[in-house]
């Protein structure tokens, strides 16, 4: 076990290609799996790096870049869980309102990704850098 | 990682989609791939079953509204069935419950298009 001052972290790298999204939410279910979140904030916690690795991969397609790579790293510290995703498919990330229409016309059908990343997780940020996009999300257990 | 997709006709207007696994950015386009044959071959009402769907993303709901888009304009209708509270509850903090009618069962869903197109 770690110490309360010494984070353990989790690192990976993946192809940024829509088939390697899979293996990205099951790692984040072994780093969540570690501390005591209960099962459905386990799974928030895949839906939401799930989303994050997606964007990645829906940017990087419309910009060509899927010869680029994803980089994961999840950070325990405590009862805090960091997940940070690093993308080099550029372009910002644009979160959709909530819905607050019931016409399915006026439905906006993108954006929806970094809507639920808001929503599952205690803390979201979005950075730009030169190449990409950094997510950063916290999820504290009880 | 796969998603299966089947199919069945309800009655002679409605067909039933039937999906088993995860629907992500990777599997999503084979069932935007079935709405759209459904729309060819001329069925408009579509109930996506969504009981053995472990894992569902927003790229799944993205193609779940598109298809309900393109149904609508053909006064056609995309209903759901899912039992599964947890991926309900994807549409609840969404807001796409209230998009989509959404049944636990598949018969009500079957029952309801009865009713709502008199079939």
Redesign the interface.
Known sequence: MASESTPSVVELKLPCK??F???A?LTVLGIAGRMSFSY?EV?DV??AV??A??TA??RAVKANKTDTDISIIGSILGNKLTIEVRDQAGHPIDAAD???T?E??E?D??G??A??ME??VDEFNVESYEDGTIVRMVKYAE | MNLKVDTRSVNNQASMIDLEGEVDVYTAPQLKQQIINMLDSGVYHVIVNLTNVEYLDSTALGVLIGGLKRLRERNGTLDLVCPNPRIRRIFEITGLDKIFDIYTAEQDAISKLDVKEGM
């Open positions: 829509p088939e999204v899979g293996v939410r459905d799974e895949r839906l799930g989303e690795c997606t991969v829906e909530k819905p607050q019931t399915v016309e439905l059908e993108q929806l990704g809507l639920l929503l599952l």
